[in-house]
Protein backbone atom coordinates (compact mmCIF):
# COMPACT_ATOMS: atom_id res chain seq x y z
CA UNK A 1 0.00 0.00 0.00
CA UNK A 2 1.48 3.42 -1.05
CA UNK A 3 1.48 5.88 1.86
CA UNK A 4 0.02 9.19 1.24
CA UNK A 5 3.66 11.57 0.73
CA UNK A 6 3.12 13.78 3.94
CA UNK A 7 2.87 10.51 6.09
CA UNK A 8 5.53 9.27 4.20
CA UNK A 9 8.25 10.30 6.53
CA UNK A 10 6.63 9.28 10.21
CA UNK A 11 5.90 5.52 8.56
CA UNK A 12 9.17 4.98 8.15
CA UNK A 13 10.27 6.19 11.32
CA UNK A 14 7.81 3.97 13.04
CA UNK A 15 8.33 0.73 11.08
CA UNK A 16 12.23 0.63 10.75
CA UNK A 17 12.06 -0.61 14.42
CA UNK A 18 9.08 -2.71 14.52
CA UNK A 19 10.29 -4.80 17.13
CA UNK A 20 9.70 -2.08 19.51
CA UNK A 21 6.48 -0.58 18.61
CA UNK A 22 4.03 0.06 21.37
CA UNK A 23 1.60 -2.86 20.99
CA UNK A 24 -1.00 0.03 20.90
CA UNK A 25 -1.28 3.14 19.16
CA UNK A 26 -3.58 5.90 19.58
CA UNK A 27 -3.85 7.69 15.99
CA UNK A 28 -5.49 11.08 16.13
CA UNK A 29 -5.63 14.41 14.38
CA UNK A 30 -8.32 16.43 11.89
CA UNK A 31 -10.31 14.56 10.14
CA UNK A 32 -9.44 14.42 6.25
CA UNK A 33 -6.11 14.18 6.81
CA UNK A 34 -6.15 10.12 5.92
CA UNK A 35 -5.49 8.71 9.57
CA UNK A 36 -7.07 5.52 8.56
CA UNK A 37 -4.81 5.27 5.20
CA UNK A 38 -2.13 5.73 7.61
CA UNK A 39 -3.15 2.97 10.06
CA UNK A 40 -3.32 0.40 6.74
CA UNK A 41 0.20 1.32 5.36
CA UNK A 42 1.62 1.18 8.97
CA UNK A 43 -0.23 -2.61 9.10
CA UNK A 44 1.06 -3.57 6.13
CA UNK A 45 4.63 -2.50 6.48
CA UNK A 46 4.45 -4.33 9.87
CA UNK A 47 3.24 -7.09 8.07
CA UNK A 48 5.27 -7.14 5.17
CA UNK A 49 8.19 -9.69 4.85
CA UNK A 50 10.39 -8.03 2.79
CA UNK A 51 10.51 -4.76 3.80
CA UNK A 52 12.16 -1.51 1.82
CA UNK A 53 12.74 1.46 3.99
CA UNK A 54 11.10 0.58 6.13
CA UNK A 55 7.58 0.37 4.48
CA UNK A 56 5.74 -2.21 2.68
CA UNK A 57 7.39 -4.20 -0.37
CA UNK A 58 4.50 -4.67 -1.95
CA UNK A 59 5.84 -7.49 -3.74
CA UNK A 60 6.11 -10.40 -1.53
CA UNK A 61 3.27 -12.98 -0.03
CA UNK A 62 2.19 -10.85 2.64
CA UNK A 63 1.92 -7.45 0.65
CA UNK A 64 -0.20 -9.41 -2.40
CA UNK A 65 -2.91 -10.92 0.47
CA UNK A 66 -2.51 -7.36 2.24
CA UNK A 67 -3.52 -5.51 -1.14
CA UNK A 68 -6.56 -8.53 -1.57
CA UNK A 69 -8.08 -7.42 1.38
CA UNK A 70 -7.08 -11.08 2.64
CA UNK A 71 -4.69 -11.01 4.78
CA UNK A 72 -5.09 -13.80 7.87
CA UNK A 73 -2.94 -11.50 10.16
CA UNK A 74 -5.33 -8.58 9.82
CA UNK A 75 -8.61 -7.28 11.20
CA UNK A 76 -10.21 -4.07 10.60
CA UNK A 77 -12.68 -3.23 12.86
CA UNK A 78 -15.56 -0.66 11.78
CA UNK A 79 -19.62 0.38 12.51
CA UNK A 80 -21.79 -2.06 10.52
CA UNK A 81 -22.82 1.15 8.92
CA UNK A 82 -19.77 2.20 7.91
CA UNK A 83 -18.82 -1.16 6.28
CA UNK A 84 -22.25 -0.94 4.75
CA UNK A 85 -21.08 2.20 2.57
CA UNK A 86 -18.00 0.47 1.53
CA UNK A 87 -19.80 -1.96 0.03
CA UNK A 88 -22.11 0.18 -1.62
CA UNK A 89 -19.19 2.73 -2.80
CA UNK A 90 -17.81 -1.09 -4.47
CA UNK A 91 -20.77 -1.28 -6.62
CA UNK A 92 -22.88 -4.00 -4.41
CA UNK A 93 -26.66 -3.57 -4.25
CA UNK A 94 -27.95 -2.30 -0.95
CA UNK A 95 -29.63 -5.03 1.07
CA UNK A 96 -33.19 -4.47 2.21
CA UNK A 97 -32.44 -4.96 6.11
CA UNK A 98 -32.92 -2.95 9.16
CA UNK A 99 -30.81 -0.34 9.87
CA UNK A 100 -27.38 -1.17 10.72
CA UNK A 101 -25.14 -0.03 13.86
CA UNK A 102 -23.36 3.28 13.99
CA UNK A 103 -21.18 1.89 16.77
CA UNK A 104 -18.74 -0.89 17.22
CA UNK A 105 -20.33 -3.35 19.21
CA UNK A 106 -19.32 -5.57 21.78
CA UNK A 107 -19.66 -8.73 20.17
CA UNK A 108 -17.33 -7.03 17.96
CA UNK A 109 -14.76 -6.79 20.44
CA UNK A 110 -15.20 -10.02 21.81
CA UNK A 111 -13.67 -11.23 17.60
CA UNK A 112 -10.88 -9.30 18.56
CA UNK A 113 -10.19 -11.46 21.77
CA UNK A 114 -10.36 -14.61 19.40
CA UNK A 115 -8.49 -13.15 16.90
CA UNK A 116 -5.62 -12.20 18.87
CA UNK A 117 -5.56 -15.70 20.54
CA UNK A 118 -4.60 -17.67 17.25
CA UNK A 119 -1.30 -18.40 16.11
CA UNK A 120 -0.25 -15.94 13.35
CA UNK A 121 -0.01 -17.40 9.87
CA UNK A 122 3.55 -16.46 8.44
CA UNK A 123 5.15 -16.32 12.14
CA UNK A 124 5.36 -12.55 11.80
CA UNK A 125 3.01 -9.87 13.64
CA UNK A 126 -0.93 -10.03 13.72
CA UNK A 127 -2.51 -6.44 13.64
CA UNK A 128 -5.79 -5.10 14.15
CA UNK A 129 -7.14 -1.57 12.62
CA UNK A 130 -9.67 -0.21 15.09
CA UNK A 131 -11.46 3.04 13.79
CA UNK A 132 -13.26 5.27 14.53
CA UNK A 133 -12.33 4.54 18.28
CA UNK A 134 -15.34 7.00 19.50
CA UNK A 135 -17.36 5.09 18.24
CA UNK A 136 -17.19 2.02 20.38
CA UNK A 137 -19.63 1.24 22.36
CA UNK A 138 -19.33 1.83 26.42
CA UNK A 139 -19.97 -1.94 27.04
CA UNK A 140 -17.11 -2.65 23.62
CA UNK A 141 -14.82 -0.34 25.49
CA UNK A 142 -14.31 -2.15 28.42
CA UNK A 143 -14.01 -5.05 26.50
CA UNK A 144 -11.31 -3.97 24.83
CA UNK A 145 -9.20 -2.85 27.53
CA UNK A 146 -8.59 -6.65 28.97
CA UNK A 147 -7.07 -6.93 25.41
CA UNK A 148 -4.74 -3.65 25.62
CA UNK A 149 -3.33 -4.80 29.14
CA UNK A 150 -2.21 -7.70 28.43
CA UNK A 151 -1.70 -8.19 24.32
CA UNK A 152 -0.17 -11.12 23.15
CA UNK A 153 3.23 -11.12 21.94
CA UNK A 154 3.37 -9.10 18.07
CA UNK A 155 0.67 -8.04 18.33
CA UNK A 156 -0.24 -4.19 17.01
CA UNK A 157 -3.29 -2.63 17.78
CA UNK A 158 -3.74 0.46 16.02
CA UNK A 159 -7.40 2.80 17.34
CA UNK A 160 -7.95 5.38 15.01
CA UNK A 161 -9.59 8.84 15.87
CA UNK A 162 -10.61 12.63 15.28
CA UNK A 163 -11.56 13.03 18.85
CA UNK A 164 -9.19 11.23 20.91
CA UNK A 165 -10.83 13.19 24.73
CA UNK A 166 -14.60 11.20 23.53
CA UNK A 167 -12.24 7.75 24.22
CA UNK A 168 -12.28 6.72 28.23
CA UNK A 169 -9.42 7.59 29.65
CA UNK A 170 -8.67 3.81 30.88
CA UNK A 171 -8.51 3.21 26.75
CA UNK A 172 -6.13 6.76 26.23
CA UNK A 173 -3.90 5.47 29.08
CA UNK A 174 -3.29 1.77 27.44
CA UNK A 175 -1.91 3.50 23.85
CA UNK A 176 0.57 5.35 22.97
CA UNK A 177 -0.65 8.76 20.97
CA UNK A 178 0.54 9.14 17.86
CA UNK A 179 -1.06 12.56 16.61
CA UNK A 180 -0.67 13.19 12.58
CA UNK A 181 -0.72 17.39 11.49
CA UNK A 182 -2.43 19.16 8.41
CA UNK A 183 0.14 18.00 5.62
CA UNK A 184 1.93 21.48 4.44
CA UNK A 185 -0.54 23.55 1.67
CA UNK A 186 1.99 23.06 -0.98
CA UNK A 187 2.67 19.16 -0.65
CA UNK A 188 -1.47 18.86 -0.18
CA UNK A 189 -1.74 21.08 -3.08
CA UNK A 190 0.33 19.11 -5.09
CA UNK A 191 -1.57 15.94 -4.39
CA UNK A 192 -4.62 17.40 -5.00
CA UNK A 193 -3.43 18.32 -8.04
CA UNK A 194 -2.03 14.77 -8.99
CA UNK A 195 -5.85 13.93 -8.35
CA UNK A 196 -7.20 16.09 -10.83
CA UNK A 197 -9.17 17.84 -8.83
CA UNK A 198 -10.54 20.98 -9.75
CA UNK A 199 -9.68 24.43 -8.44
CA UNK A 200 -7.79 22.04 -5.68
CA UNK A 201 -6.68 25.67 -3.90
CA UNK A 202 -10.36 26.34 -3.76
CA UNK A 203 -11.36 22.87 -1.89
CA UNK A 204 -8.32 22.68 0.23
CA UNK A 205 -9.19 26.14 1.81
CA UNK A 206 -13.20 25.13 1.86
CA UNK A 207 -12.00 21.32 3.94
CA UNK A 208 -9.51 23.73 6.25
CA UNK A 209 -6.34 22.42 4.90
CA UNK A 210 -7.60 18.36 5.53
CA UNK A 211 -6.28 17.15 1.31
CA UNK A 212 -8.52 14.07 1.58
CA UNK A 213 -11.94 16.07 2.56
CA UNK A 214 -11.16 18.58 0.31
CA UNK A 215 -10.93 15.51 -2.49
CA UNK A 216 -14.20 14.85 -1.64
CA UNK A 217 -16.03 17.94 -1.23
CA UNK A 218 -14.49 18.72 -4.87
CA UNK A 219 -16.61 15.71 -6.53
CA UNK A 220 -19.37 16.77 -8.60
CA UNK A 221 -22.06 15.53 -6.62
CA UNK A 222 -20.66 16.86 -3.44
CA UNK A 223 -20.40 19.98 -5.01
CA UNK A 224 -24.42 20.34 -6.18
CA UNK A 225 -24.59 19.65 -2.25
CA UNK A 226 -22.63 22.32 -1.32
CA UNK A 227 -24.42 24.56 -3.86
CA UNK A 228 -27.76 23.68 -2.99
CA UNK A 229 -27.23 24.07 0.95
CA UNK A 230 -25.72 26.98 0.50
CA UNK A 231 -28.48 28.33 -1.87
CA UNK A 232 -31.20 27.43 0.66
CA UNK A 233 -29.61 28.89 3.46
CA UNK A 234 -29.06 31.91 1.95
CA UNK A 235 -32.52 31.94 1.03
CA UNK A 236 -34.10 34.46 3.56
CA UNK A 237 -31.37 37.15 2.97
CA UNK A 238 -31.64 36.99 -0.99
CA UNK A 239 -35.31 37.36 -0.36
CA UNK A 240 -35.46 40.58 1.37
CA UNK A 241 -32.44 41.82 -0.89
CA UNK A 242 -33.75 40.27 -4.03
CA UNK A 243 -32.55 43.68 -5.77
CA UNK A 244 -29.40 43.23 -4.37
CA UNK A 245 -27.90 39.78 -5.75
CA UNK A 246 -28.16 37.50 -8.26
CA UNK A 247 -27.22 33.95 -7.94
CA UNK A 248 -24.53 32.76 -10.97
CA UNK A 249 -24.79 28.96 -12.12
CA UNK A 250 -22.06 27.96 -10.04
CA UNK A 251 -24.13 28.55 -6.84
CA UNK A 252 -21.90 32.17 -6.12
CA UNK A 253 -23.96 35.37 -6.03
CA UNK A 254 -22.88 38.56 -7.50
CA UNK A 255 -23.68 41.98 -6.01
CA UNK A 256 -26.33 43.97 -8.29
CA UNK A 257 -26.59 46.91 -5.88
CA UNK A 258 -25.65 46.69 -2.65
CA UNK A 259 -25.49 44.12 0.35
CA UNK A 260 -21.89 42.30 -0.94
CA UNK A 261 -20.43 42.17 2.77
CA UNK A 262 -23.27 41.12 4.78
CA UNK A 263 -24.27 38.25 1.98
CA UNK A 264 -20.65 37.48 1.49
CA UNK A 265 -19.92 36.39 4.97
CA UNK A 266 -22.96 34.15 4.93
CA UNK A 267 -21.76 32.74 2.09
CA UNK A 268 -18.37 31.86 3.68
CA UNK A 269 -20.27 30.79 7.25
CA UNK A 270 -22.25 28.63 5.36
CA UNK A 271 -19.36 26.78 3.62
CA UNK A 272 -17.12 26.42 6.42
CA UNK A 273 -19.90 24.61 7.95
CA UNK A 274 -20.41 22.43 5.07
CA UNK A 275 -16.73 21.58 5.24
CA UNK A 276 -18.12 18.94 8.60
CA UNK A 277 -21.09 17.77 6.62
CA UNK A 278 -19.11 14.81 6.11
CA UNK A 279 -15.68 14.13 7.87
CA UNK A 280 -13.25 11.94 7.17
CA UNK A 281 -10.40 10.36 8.89
Excluded at 125 to 132: A, C, E, I, K, S
Excluded at 259 to 280: D, E, H, S, T
Amino acid sequence: MTPLPWHREALTRLAADRERLAHALLIHGAPGIGKVEFARALAAAVLCEAPKGGLACGQCPSCHWFSQGNHPDFREIVPESAAEDDDESEGEAAKPEKAKSMVIKIDQVRAIADFVSLTTHRAGFRVLVLHPADALHPNAANALLKTLEEPPPHTLILLVTAYPARLLPTIRSRCRLLGLALPPAAEALAWLQSQSVDDAQGALAAAGGAPLLARDLAQPEEAELRRRVVAEGLKPYLEDNAQAWDMQPDGTFKRAKKGRAKGKCAQVVLMKALAGVRPLS
